[in-house]
């Protein structure tokens, strides 16, 4: 139980374009979901949290209008790069919070998605 | 503010050798610690987590790691090394919450080698 589908798992675009990644808790609802940055050999940089039905929260030092994060329900969240640029590459991978079936509390991450912008 | 320093980013054993892989952290509130293994391109999995209730943890592939308070520490152990844990190893803090985990910060990771 528990899991989360990142997709899609590698996209390459031209710069200047938009790429959306789709976060899905998939036997779970998700109350909050978490977007997470990773550069090669690097740590993972947190860059906002979601909550189901409201704005982002973003770190610090990260464009909002740059990365746009959706969280319209409860078993979806989406992060759209706008306007990708070959420094947006990168490895972005979501985590989502909620309660699993045994009512327990669940934190799992997705499998990531590699961004390569041309 | 909570933050996770892991000491050494690369270590390297021998098969069937101790793993040893150190992390302290800093947390104003009573901490949810977690170590996560990462293969090349793939997400992260995680290998256990402590969440104030028994400060030995036991995780999967035979990891294990102790939450020491006074020291600030939650490093993680194997007793035999294999060549498939051969990855790269975040802990990870959150503040404890009710209702659920918080944001884990992670630390800078470290690589494992394991050689013959």
């Known amino acids: 139980g528990a899991v989360v589908s990142q997709h899609p798992s590698w996209v390459i675009c031209k710069s200047g374009t938009s790429v959306k990644i789709e976060c899905r808790s998939l036997?779970?609802?998700?109350?909050?979901m978490f977007w997470y940055r990773q550069f090669p050999k690097q740590s993972l940089m947190l860059m906002a949290t979601?909550?189901?039905?409201?704005?982002?929260?973003?770190e610090q030092g990260v464009e909002k209008d740059k990365f746009l994060i959706n969280h319209a329900s409860l078993t979806l969240s989406t992060l759209t790069v706008t306007s990708a640029h070959p420094e947006d590459s990168s490895f972005y991978i979501c985590?989502?919070?909620?309660?699993?079936?045994?009512?327990?509390?669940?934190?799992?991450f997705g499998a990531g998605s590699r961004l390569t912008v041309l | 503010a909570q933050s996770v320093t892991q000491l050494g980013s690369h270590v390297s054993v021998s098969e069937g050798a101790l793993v040893l892989l150190r992390c302290n952290y800093s947390?104003?509130?009573?901490?949810?610690l977690f170590w996560y293994v990462q293969y090349p391109n793939q997400g992260l999995q995680l290998l256990l987590k402590?969440?104030?209730?028994?400060?030995l943890v036991k995780g999967i592939n035979g990891f294990e790691a102790e939450f020491k308070k006074s020291e600030t520490s939650f490093h993680l152990t194997k007793p035999s090394a294999h060549m498939s844990d051969a990855a790269e190893y975040f802990c990870?803090?959150?503040?404890?919450?009710?209702?659920?985990?918080?944001?884990?910060?992670f630390g800078a990771g470290t690589r494992l080698a394991v050689h013959p």
């Open positions: 990870a803090v959150s503040a404890s919450l009710s209702g659920g985990y918080n944001k884990l910060i």
């Open positions: 947390s104003s509130v009573p901490p949810y």
């Open positions: 036997d779970f609802q998700a109350t909050t």
């Open positions: 979601s909550n189901e039905g409201s704005k982002a929260t973003y």
């Open positions: 402590y969440t104030s209730a028994a400060t």
């Open positions: 985590s989502a919070r909620g309660q699993g079936s045994s009512g327990a509390n669940v934190l799992t």
